[in-house]
């Protein structure tokens, strides 16, 4: 029932000329994840983890999981890194952990793509509707978005180039 769920969701909707399209999908190894790499050739996993164990096991077996149906894997985001108290600019707390999004990235010899601080910058952005690389672009939060966008950009466009790539379209 979800692969054509999935299937619907790509084929079915009118998304006009795209430059990516980015699905953003649960933690873990489910039903979405699989048919999303058995309906479309997928360019890359962007994974996301926090700094905590529970997360980093998550992520380990989603990793696996892209291996194993071939789709690179193009590195991993840190998020909720730290926090810095906005009264408190020299302060930074660790309050989930630190280094786990690092400490996966050596492990499987894949980029640390960004580590993204926690604040209530994004979840107020949120609220609004308002991106917050808009509404506050020179936040922490929004600088480690644009790096960890530049960076994917770039890795999909070296992906695009392998002569292997298969690109498939729907008909009109």
Do not use: C
């Amino acid at each position: 029932m979800l692969h054509g769920v999935v299937r619907q969701f790509l084929t079915d909707v009118d998304w006009g000329e795209l430059d990516y399209l980015i699905v953003d999908m649960p933690p873990g190894t489910g039903d979405v994840q699989l048919s999303l790499a058995q309906l479309v050739p997928v360019q890359g996993a962007v994974l996301v983890t926090t700094p905590q164990a529970v997360s980093l096991s998550d992520v380990r077996r989603a990793l696996k999981m892209f291996e194993q149906v071939s789709i690179p894997v193009l590195g991993v985001i840190e998020n909720m890194s730290y926090f810095v108290p906005p009264d408190m600019p020299d302060k930074r707390y660790n309050i989930f952990g630190t280094g786990g999004g690092q400490q996966l990235a050596d492990e499987y010899n894949i980029r640390l793509l960004g580590e993204v601080p926690l604040g209530m910058e994004v979840r107020e952005g949120g609220d609004a509707g308002v991106p917050v690389v808009i509404a506050n672009p020179d936040s922490p939060q929004s600088k480690a978005f644009r790096t960890v966008a530049e960076e994917v950009a770039r890795q999909i466009s070296i992906e695009a180039m392998k002569p292997e790539l298969v690109i498939m379209s729907r008909a009109k």
